[in-house]
């Protein structure tokens, strides 16, 4: 499969726990995004990488929250200390300098009880 | 920053009917306008995007049509099939620092009933 992958596709974690997700974006692709998903919305930008810097954060990315992307390849997602209103659905997207489509990943999907 | 509303949440047709998604948008700097497409655990997939200097696109069965002065633009889907069930999502995007910062809609729910 040369799309976009996640890992794990399924977290379910207490509250105050931290948890890591990962994201491969497709292999040529410099660009790579976060997007965190509730029921019933809309993706919400978190971040966006370009080759290893990240670039851009979202007011919804709080001090808990850091993402990094160290090689420009592969991207992890952290989140410390976690809460109920984290429980959503996380999105990985990545794309190509100059082309527009966002290309996506199948998401993690975080419970936190 | 850029707010998308899309309108309606639910929507169900008949088999073989049409079905029209309209979303609007509030900064007038967004130039790239895509619609995606997600099936129940799947993830979003773009069917079709359009951009700020066209009014009109189509492919096959699917048309978005965009007003630039109303800051509007709509999804037209005509003869339904059951396999175009799914929640679509329209988005506005802006260039910003070199790559398009995408804003979506809260999404619609589409039922095609056989």
């Known amino acids: 499969d040369t799309g976009v992958s996640q890992n794990p596709r399924h977290k379910i974690t207490k509250r105050g726990q931290n948890v890591t997700f990962r994201c491969d974006p497709i292999s040529e692709h410099n660009r790579l995004y976060w997007y965190r998903q509730t029921l019933g919305q809309g993706p919400e930008f978190l971040t966006y990488?370009?080759?290893?810097?990240?670039?851009?954060k979202s007011r919804l990315l709080s001090d808990r929250f850091s993402a990094e992307r160290p090689k420009g390849s592969f991207s992890t997602l952290e989140i410390q200390r976690t809460e109920q209103g984290d429980s959503a659905m996380y999105l990985c997207a990545s794309s190509l300098s100059g082309t527009n489509e966002q290309f996506f990943g199948p998401g993690t999907r975080l419970t936190v009880l | 920053g850029e707010n998308v509303e899309q309108h309606p949440s639910t929507l169900s047709v008949q088999e073989g009917d049409s079905a029209v998604i309209k979303c609007t948008y509030s900064?007038?700097?967004?130039?790239?306008f895509p619609w995606y497409k997600q099936e129940l655990g799947k993830r979003p997939q773009l069917i079709i995007d359009i951009r700020s200097n066209v009014g009109e696109k189509k492919d096959q069965r699917i048309a978005v049509t965009l007003n630039k002065t109303a800051k509007h633009f709509s999804l037209h889907i005509t003869e339904t099939q059951p396999e175009d069930s799914a929640v679509y999502f329209c988005?506005?995007?802006?260039?910003?620092?070199?790559?398009?910062?995408?804003?979506f809609g809260t999404g619609t729910k589409l039922q095609v009933i056989p």
């Open positions: 990488f370009q080759n290893e810097a990240q670039l851009e």
């Open positions: 988005a506005a995007s802006i260039s910003s620092g070199g790559y398009q910062k995408v804003t």
């Open positions: 900064d007038s700097a967004s130039n790239y």
